[in-house]
Every structure is written in structure tokens, then in C-alpha cells.
């Protein structure tokens, strides 16, 4: 650092001041700190809008059915035809009576699905951690909707007996936190989930992730690079509504870190 610089009479002053040198030195190293500390900042952001995005989303569905059983009744006097098993009419009749009326929606796709369409934002396809594509948005056997913030989803019903006469019934429901907007694969901006209508005959009535009974490792093996993915949500939701960091999904979860699916 200069201390001295000449004044109008042609003496010195004792001031400070950078040298040129000292000054690009200081810049390189302002530039250094934000490379490394930037993508972590975006990263973040990135991972707590698509959780708020997400947990906003399930807590909308979740409270659709007190909402739903106050107008038509208990959930066993529902009426959902027992062979609804990948009937896009029956899945459209449940979600048009018992979901979309509680429900602040910006568009209804219903369960119209013409082919993979690039203009249409209702027909698309998606991708796993393994990369294989899916096309579950492009038939007919969902219904979809998009909410009020942007974020789509689409509902499929199914049903069995698992060879009793005791009836099972849930919906298959996706939750795509930004819609068309990539990266569109599970476990990153796409989530599972099943809403349990009737057990055993018995109603239910609740959102839960996919595989809910799963330990943390059976979780984390499915969502990993080159796994599926659908198990991502539960991961999420176990973790305290949170992504987890590389850490905990070692730690927590059993993860293996080179397969960890939020590096992205």
C-alpha cells in the first residue's frame, strides 16, 4: 500500500492509498470467494422455493378432504366406481367433485390427452434419475390441473381387491413444482404421492408419500442417481420439509454420496 502521494506544492502527504497492483489482487480474490460461494447461494434458494412450492401444494390437497367430507359425507359413501383402475373418466369425476372445488386452480387440463403436443402445457413427458423417460402426461388415464402458483399436477386412480373382497382404493398423484419448466424428473421438481381413499374397505382419506413404510435406506436406494426417484418426497418430508444435504443424506438416509440426486 502507498502511504505517500504527492500534493500541489510538490511534497508529500501522508495518505493512503492502493496500488494498481493491490487493487486487481483484491478483485481476484473477491472474484475467487463468490465462484465458490454463489452456486451454493442459488442452489439453496433453488431447493427451499421447490420444497415451498411442494409442501404448499400437499397441504392444499391434504385439507381438501375434511373440506370434501363436510358436503358429501363420509369418504366410504364417496362415490368412486370400484373399477377405476387407470380410468380417466372416473380419475376426472373424483378430482372435478371432491379436489378441484377446494382447491385455487389457474387451469383444468381434465383428461383430454392429445399427443406429446410442445405447444400444449398439459402434455409432457418426464424423465427419472435414470434418465428414462415416462410419457405420463400424455394419456388419457389422468386428469390434471394446474394450481394458482404454477405448479401442475396429475391424479390417477387405482383400485383392487388383492384377491379378497376387501376393496383398496388411492389415487396416484404427481406434483410438478414449476410444470413444464425443466428439468421435469423425479425426485427434482416432480413428486409421488398417494392419497389413500379406502383401505380394506376402510376409509382413509389422507395424502402420503410414495413407499411410507420404507426404512431411510430402502428410501434412499430409489432415490439416487440411476435409481426411479418416487421416493424423494418421503425423503423430503422425513427430513423436516427440507432437502437434504449431501451429509444427511449419507448420515440420515444411508445414501451414497456419489449418487446423491440434488447436484443439479
Known amino acids: 500500500m502507498n502511504r505517500f502521494a504527492l500534493n500541489h506544492g510538490g511534497g508529500a502527504t501522508n495518505r493512503l492509498a492502493f496500488t494498481l497492483a493491490e487493487v486487481l489482487i483484491t478483485l481476484a480474490i473477491i472474484g475467487v470467494v463468490a465462484a465458490l460461494t454463489i452456486p451454493s447461494v442459488v442452489t439453496n434458494y433453488r431447493n427451499q422455493e421447490i420444497v415451498s412450492r411442494l409442501k404448499k401444494t400437499y397441504s392444499a390437497i391434504s385439507n381438501t378432504t375434511n373440506l370434501a367430507i363436510a358436503d358429501h359425507g363420509p369418504i366410504n359413501s364417496w362415490h368412486i366406481p370400484p373399477d377405476t383402475e387407470n380410468n380417466g373418466q372416473h380419475a376426472k369425476d373424483f378430482v372435478d367433485r371432491y379436489m378441484l372445488p377446494y382447491l385455487r386452480i389457474s387451469k383444468d387440463c381434465g383428461n383430454v390427452a392429445p399427443a406429446n403436443d410442445p405447444s400444449s402445457d398439459c402434455t409432457y413427458e418426464f424423465t427419472t434419475l435414470s434418465n428414462e423417460t415416462y410419457g405420463g402426461y400424455t394419456d388419457s388415464s389422468t386428469t390434471k390441473f394446474y394450481m394458482a402458483d404454477g405448479t401442475f399436477v396429475s391424479v390417477r386412480l387405482v383400485s383392487s381387491t388383492f384377491g379378497t373382497d376387501e376393496l383398496s382404493q388411492y389415487a396416484s398423484i404427481y406434483i410438478d413444482v414449476n410444470g413444464k419448466q425443466k428439468p421435469n424428473t423425479f425426485g427434482r421438481d416432480i413428486f409421488t404421492f398417494g392419497y389413500s381413499i379406502l383401505a380394506k374397505n376402510k376409509p382413509v382419506g389422507k395424502l402420503l408419500p410414495f413407499r411410507p413404510n420404507d426404512t431411510n435406506a430402502q428410501l434412499s436406494a430409489r432415490c ?41
Open 224 to 264: 439416487a442417481i440411476g435409481a426411479v426417484g418416487d421416493s424423494c418426497s418421503h425423503i423430503i418430508i422425513k427430513n423436516g420439509w427440507k432437502i437434504p444435504t449431501k451429509e444427511e443424506y449419507v448420515t440420515k438416509f444411508s445414501g451414497d454420496i456419489n449418487n446423491y440426486p440434488w447436484s443439479w
